[in-house]
């Protein structure tokens, strides 16, 4: 198994796969719209626009579960993202990173990448998995780690 097994749903409802990303630097990350993080976006599309010619893709994946700060369908999450912050990078359709429910996506990244202590669970929006060219999870970030902090690892594999 590999990131390169899976498929989701953009916000404009067509059905991706990963596999679509195979040789891309990816950053994945929980996103919401009414978090005290949400300005991320802001640092994310700023590392978007500077690598995505070097091979770098960001993969947004709208999420409900902490807080209720997604509350929003795919055209109102697609248009805050874009007049707020000019995102131009990939937005998923809003999925569930814990629980029941949880995207085969986030059950692998999890496994994957583990977070503090061991923790497999997702604790908050915009927690970040870096993976190679090869398809590989390198390292979860925690929410508090802002995108241009990650852009040190991000060169590093580009």
Known sequence: MSIYDFQAHT????EKSLADF????????N???KCGF???????????DTYKD??????????????????????EIGAFCEKNYGVSFTMFDKIDVNGDG?????????????????SKSIKWNFTKFLINRDGKVLKRYAPTD??????KDIKALL
Do not use: W
């Open 102 to 118: 949880t995207h085969p996506l986030y059950q692998y990244l999890k496994q994957e990448a583990t977070g503090v202590l061991g």
């Open 11 to 14: 916000l404009g409802g067509e």
């Open 31 to 33: 996103t919401a719209s």
């Open 22 to 29: 195979r040789g891309k630097v990816l950053l994945i990350v």
């Open 146 to 151: 802002k995108p241009e902090s990650l852009e």
């Open 54 to 75: 070097q091979g770098l893709e960001i993969l947004g994946f709208p999420c409900n579960q902490f807080g209720k700060q997604e509350p929003g369908g795919a055209e």
């Open 38 to 48: 949400t300005p991320q976006y802001k640092g994310l599309e700023a590392l978007y």
